[in-house]
T-cell receptor, first 112, second 108 residues
Framework: GAGVSQSPSNKVTEKGKDVELRCDPI?????LYWYRQSLGQGLEFLIY????????KSGLPSDRFSAERTGGSVSTLTIQRTQQEDSAVYLC??????????FGPGTRLTVL | GIQVEQSPPDLILQEGANSTLRCNFS?????LQWFHQNPWGQLINLFY???GTKQNGRLSATTVATERYSLLYISSSQTTDSGVYFC??????????FGQGTTLQVKP
């Protein structure tokens, strides 16, 4: 079946602009995670959604970052007033439980 | 929080050689995943292995949970095995905590 999809695959923006990144999880997966992969920082957790529970936002690096998950399916990660240090690959993963996570191809964000 | 360390950080092999990658973690865990990140950045699931040994073709993995380590074995390596190998364990709420990865280059 279809895997996790993310869009856009690449995004170039100017410093100070807002961006929205989209994640379509595997159908039926109740858990959805966002991670960020930066040069020199490895893979970092950002935010976690599980069903209708309040999301775990403990990994968001600043209040410029927010995410929502509508209808328990698609998720959007929004970065406001982007900074150059936000440049990274943003990865989304979904899971049917809290076990195996399946990752999408990522969105490469470049802030000029 | 839990710490995950991988070794070696870099590995260069000749095609056909075997290798062992190691993942140490600082606290007890109830699952562990190995991933291969290909040159296009995609994270591919290799193993979900909280304990014991699993094999998939030329790859196998062993996790000794009581001693807090996991090993990934690659036999008869091929150039397509090149990339970065990550292990990851769950923190609270199931979020994955990743090691820094082992970058593997297999030369023809």
């Amino acid at each position: 079946g279809a895997g996790v999809s993310q869009s856009p695959s690449n995004k170039v923006t100017e410093k100070g602009k807002d961006v929205e990144l989209r994640c379509d999880p595997i159908s039926g997966h109740t858990a959805l995670y966002w991670y960020r992969q930066s040069l020199g920082q490895g893979l970092e957790f950002l935010i976690y959604f599980q069903g209708n529970s309040a999301p775990d936002k403990s990994g968001l690096p600043s209040d410029r970052f927010s995410a929502e998950r509508t209808g328990g399916s698609v998720s959007t990660l929004t970065i406001q007033r982007t900074q150059q240090e936000d440049s990274a690959v943003y990865l989304c993963a979904s899971s049917p439980t809290r076990d195996t996570q399946y990752f999408g191809p990522g969105t490469r964000l470049t802030v000029l | 929080g839990i710490q995950v360390e991988q070794s070696p950080p870099d590995l260069i092999l000749q095609e056909g050689a075997n290798s062992t990658l190691r993942c140490n973690f600082s606290d007890s865990v109830n699952n562990l995943q190995w991933f291969h990140q290909n040159p296009w950045g995609q994270l591919i699931n290799l193993f979900y292995i909280p304990s014991g040994t699993k094999q998939n073709g030329r790859l196998s993995a062993t996790t000794v949970a009581t001693e807090r380590y996991s090993l990934l074995y690659i036999s008869s390596s091929q150039t397509t095995d090149s990339g970065v190998y990550f292990c990851a364990v769950p923190g609270n709420t199931g979020k994955l905590i990743f090691g820094q990865g082992t970058t593997l280059q297999v030369k023809p």
